[in-house]
């Protein structure tokens, strides 16, 4: 593809050679003739200036070059886009594998892929363009919309629905029974949980992570949600539009994330908590109750970050509080 063709397909401009091929993207210590190398830290564009790439991706603020280059105002999401077409993802050819199982009374769209060793259970619908992985398990009544793709060994439990354009990494478990009991005495009796999990469009959910069906009624994850690898959703969980949630993030029953707020990595959040639109809840944090829209969070429990971190620098500061301690001064400071 022209340098200037790719451009215009990225939303970007051209500077210097628009003629020069590029065919693949890659970093500068890899790079090959034909390559985009791109260039998000300045201090490197030396060393992608002197390598063997064709043409460089930058930032419209980046300084000339000798290269052509494509600028962008918003070069990472230029690099998402630029990799989507040079390097278009592998797609399995249509038709069902003679090892996979197919119940009666499964249904599917055209250009469907079913790899080896998938289970497709009796009244499971599958939209137009559908890809079950290799030693997938779709249960019965699944319903999966156009262009989703389920990758290996992912479950997914009765009666669950997935949306338009859903990937589902390996390993993933979708609808299985949440962690609830009822007592008698020392006893736990375990609840049975007969509601359902709802993905819906363009959600990415990363490999090996589990969103448990809901009680009564349904957990939810909202379109564009972006879910992380090794997180724990439980069930009634109702999650809004283009949510980010991060590795080892676990979610208790019950909770509520309304559109757009971030939970970093190691994020937990014990059941029935509200974290409102747009929040930011930090790593490692705990939120044991209410996060307000716009809120940025972090800590143990979880407290606006400002308090957060006045409260760690007076930690810091009390063994020289403690009897028999000379506090400590600044350098240069006069006793």
Known sequence: MKLRDLAAAVGGAVSGDGDVEVTAVADSSSAASGALVPVLDPLRLADAETGPAAALLLGNDAPPTVKPA???SNPRLALARALTLLHPPRRPDPGVDPRAAVEAGARMGPGVSVGAYAVLGAGCVLGRGVVIGSGAIVGRDVTIGDETIIAARVILHDGTVIGRRVILHAGVVIGSDG??????GPRRVKMPHVGRVVIDDDVEVGANTTIDRATLGETRIGAGTKIDNLVQIGHNVRIGRDVVIVAQTGISGSVTIDDGALLAGQVGVVDHVHIGARARVLGRSVVTKDVPPDAVVSGSPARPHRDELRQQAA???????????TPRRPPGEEP
């Open 179 to 184: 962690f609830g009991y009822a007592e008698e």
């Open 315 to 325: 930690l810091r500061r009390l063994p020289d509080l403690l009897p028999g301690r």
């Open 70 to 72: 494509l600028r962008a």
